[in-house]
């Protein structure tokens, strides 16, 4: 069973987390259902994922196409079928006991694996038809999400198994920070419709988990995903997220205000046309 642990975007911590031997699931059984988590950074994408991992009967779902991993391995995706060979391991390694496999996928990692052309599109399209069910994850506060993806990479922590203050982040606002949020928001709401699209494309209507109702109403949203993966040993464990929020909801809220402040005022500098 994989538990979860404190992720920073430091290749070692990452690939410890993915691929060491110590977190593969003991007397994996035959696949009989698989997942896919369609995720955007900051949509609660990791909660859900260490529920599911915790709960011992859905998978063990990570971000598995992430650049870290892929490189420890050897780059898989730089050769013939290596991919494939790739994904077979990670099958027969992360398969809980009850037949269930789940990932994780960020679109800019799908992206860049199949997004050069139109043959790896489709190369892509097909692998993604091998699961059975979609969940995508998404956030309403689009201001919220961006600020947080922004603590995120200037601190290099992504998420933690402990509730302490001291590992917060936030900062105070800097007049750079209203173009670095409008770039962040740009780049978040853009992956996120582009799962969108890509779903639709592809006939699937995929369940959606809004990071706002997993906060506030998690055994009810917890309950629906349930229902939607139909996974029979599920329906007698809680999910619960062992997981906490790494930002600092104060100096978030402080950043928005901040922000939504700095747009207005450039709205109102700028003059009406002739």
């Not at 200037?154 to 917060?168: A, G």
């Not at 699937?204 to 906060?215: A, D, G, Q, R, S």
């Not at 999910?239 to 790494?246: D, G, P, R, Y």
């Not at 600092?248 to 939504?260: E, G, H």
Request: net charge neutral; with cysteine.
């Amino acid at each position: 069973m994989v538990q979860d642990r404190p992720i920073n975007s430091d290749e070692s911590a990452f690939v410890k987390y993915t691929l060491a031997p110590a977190f593969d699931i003991v007397n994996p059984g035959p696949i009989r259902l698989k997942y896919l988590i369609l995720s955007t950074p900051r949509s609660g994408s990791t909660m859900l994922s260490a529920a599911l991992s915790g709960s011992r009967f859905a998978g063990a779902p990570s971000e598995y196409f992430h650049k870290y991993p892929l490189k420890r391995a050897g780059n898989p995706e730089l050769y013939p079928n290596g991919l494939n060979t790739y994904f077979d391991g990670l099958l027969s390694r992360r398969t809980t006991a009850n037949g269930v496999f789940g990932m994780k996928l960020h679109f800019s990692q799908f992206q860049r694996l199949f997004g050069a052309n139109q043959e790896s599109l489709s190369y892509g399209m097909a692998f993604l038809m091998q699961f059975d069910r979609f969940i995508i994850t998404s956030r309403q506060d689009k201001i919220l999400q961006a600020i947080s993806l922004i603590f995120a990479s200037e601190s290099n922590t992504w998420n933690t198994d402990s509730e302490s203050s001291e590992n917060l982040n936030g900062r105070d606002f800097r007049q750079d920070d209203t173009m670095k949020i409008c770039n962040s928001m740009r780049s978040l709401t853009s992956n996120e419709s582009s799962w969108r699209k890509l779903m639709k494309k592809m006939n699937i209507t995929p369940f959606e988990i809004v990071y706002e109702n997993m906060c506030d109403q998690p055994n009810k949203t917890f309950q629906k995903l349930k229902d939607y993966l139909k996974i029979p040993e599920l329906e007698h464990v809680e999910l619960e997220a062992s997981t906490f929020k790494i930002t600092d909801p104060l100096k978030a809220l402080d950043m928005k205000q901040k922000f939504l402040q700095d747009i207005r005022a450039l709205n109102t500098s700028i003059p009406d046309p002739d």
